[in-house]
């Protein structure tokens, strides 16, 4: 099964603008041969969108963006983020979910499980968390679908009490994905490496990582979507602080070829190495968050001019 990572930067409540890039994203992976394209969390409207989420108007318009993104579901699958009504009377309104689109069809909705309160984060405040736990057959290959936290529960002091993946382990999964909205900070890359990597391990199989880019007023995401295989080798990374998309082949004994990358979104003046880990937190990143933190506050925003003040 081939499957593209597309690695992008959304602007929260921008629906046009984010469907756009996702149709876009789309269309690259169908000419790459994909069979299944994977969104970072929340893609269809930005997160994190905190109170947009309680106004109708809002909800509904991902709704009519789902719409619109399922008609080039045709002949590849399609995995995006988004906020889901729950029909249920109790609980939340919301579940943080993402929708398996295919034949033009939601063929599944995943919710999410472990919702996050803690540092930059308040989801347990909007959305309900998920209560069935199920995998995604497509294309004769069962899929374990999460978003972001989901993956985080491991290790000697688990924050939750419910871990989704030994939920679905039952069911013979071949593949992990996850979308993720993760942000960055001057410790967490190699966290989130050993993370990811810690649930190939305890699950061993492959497992594709999709993590958004740009900034979220305060928030800035850096994307370095990975690639594990089954062995928990690292067959690919995708840069950080840039858009960027690439289709990995995942073959039947959980191997993974190297990816199909389109050509624009490579690093710029450096060659793409699919095995080489994401370099070491160094000077030149923490650059690149706040120059692009800087860029997309001011682009988002629509400001145009800035006026410092400085004394002394």
Same mark, same amino acid.
């Given at each position: 099964?081939?499957?593209?990572?597309?690695?992008?930067?959304?602007?929260?409540?921008? /629906?046009?603008?984010?469907?756009?890039?996702?149709?876009?994203?789309?269309?690259?992976?169908?000419?790459?041969?994909?069979?299944?394209?994977?969104?970072?969390?929340?893609?269809?409207?930005?997160?994190?969108?905190?109170?947009?989420?309680?106004?109708?108007? /809002?909800?509904?318009?991902?709704?009519?963006?789902?719409?619109?993104?399922?008609?080039?579901?045709?002949?590849?699958?399609?995995?995006?983020?988004?906020?889901? *009504?729950?029909?249920?009377?109790?609980?939340?309104?919301?579940?943080?979910?993402?929708?398996?689109?295919?034949?033009?069809?939601?063929?599944?909705?995943?919710?999410?499980?472990?919702?996050?309160?803690?540092?930059?984060?308040?989801?347990?405040?909007?959305?309900?968390?998920?209560?069935?736990?199920?995998?995604?057959?497509?294309?004769?290959?069962? @899929?374990?679908?999460?978003?972001?936290?989901?993956?985080?529960?491991?290790?000697?002091?688990?924050?939750?009490?419910?871990?989704?993946?030994?939920?679905?382990?039952?069911?013979?999964?071949?593949?992990?994905?996850?979308?993720?909205?993760?942000?960055?900070?001057?410790?967490?890359?190699?966290? *989130?490496?050993?993370?990811?990597?810690?649930?190939?391990?305890?699950?061993?199989?492959?497992?594709?990582?999709?993590?958004?880019?740009?900034?979220?007023?305060?928030?800035? /995401?850096?994307?370095?979507?990975?690639?594990?295989?089954?062995?928990?080798?690292?067959?690919?990374?995708?840069?950080?602080?840039?858009?960027?998309?690439?289709?990995?082949?995942?073959?039947?004994?959980?191997?993974?070829?190297?990816?199909?990358?389109?050509?624009?979104?490579?690093?710029?003046?450096?060659?793409?190495?699919?095995?080489?880990?994401?370099?070491? @937190?160094?000077?030149?990143?923490?650059?690149?968050?706040?120059?692009?933190?800087?860029?997309?506050?001011?682009?988002?925003?629509?400001?145009?001019?800035?006026?410092?003040?400085?004394?002394?």
């Amino acid at each position: 099964m081939k499957i593209c990572i597309a690695q992008q930067n959304y602007h929260i409540g921008n /629906f046009e603008q984010n469907t756009e890039k996702i149709l876009s994203a789309i269309e690259t992976a169908k000419n790459q041969g994909a069979d299944l394209i994977l969104f970072s969390e929340m893609s269809v409207c930005g997160y994190p969108a905190r109170d947009f989420v309680e106004f109708e108007d /809002f909800i509904n318009k991902c709704y009519q963006s789902i719409d619109a993104i399922k008609q080039a579901a045709d002949t590849i699958g399609v995995l995006i983020g988004s906020p889901a *009504r729950n029909p249920n009377k109790k609980g939340k309104d919301l579940y943080n979910a993402a929708f398996f689109l295919y034949e033009q069809k939601v063929v599944a909705e995943i919710h999410k499980t472990l919702l996050p309160t803690y540092d930059v984060f308040d989801e347990n405040r909007y959305f309900e968390p998920a209560d069935e736990w199920k995998v995604v057959e497509f294309k004769g290959q069962k @899929l374990a679908i999460t978003i972001c936290e989901d993956i985080w529960n491991l290790g000697d002091n688990p924050l939750y009490r419910i871990c989704p993946m030994d939920k679905m382990m039952g069911q013979s999964p071949n593949i992990l994905l996850n979308l993720s909205a993760s942000p960055f900070d001057y410790t967490h890359d190699e966290d *989130r490496k050993a993370t990811i990597k810690s649930n190939v391990l305890k699950y061993k199989i492959p497992l594709f990582y999709c993590n958004a880019i740009g900034s979220q007023t305060e928030i800035v /995401f850096d994307g370095s979507s990975l690639v594990f295989d089954k062995d928990a080798n690292l067959c690919g990374a995708l840069p950080m602080f840039e858009s960027a998309l690439a289709t990995f082949e995942c073959n039947a004994d959980g191997t993974i070829n190297a990816p199909i990358l389109e050509p624009a979104n490579r690093l710029p003046n450096k060659e793409f190495n699919p095995i080489t880990l994401i370099p070491t @937190l160094n000077i030149e990143q923490v650059y690149q968050a706040l120059v692009l933190g800087v860029k997309d506050y001011f682009n988002k925003m629509g400001f145009t001019k800035a006026i410092i003040g400085s004394f002394g």
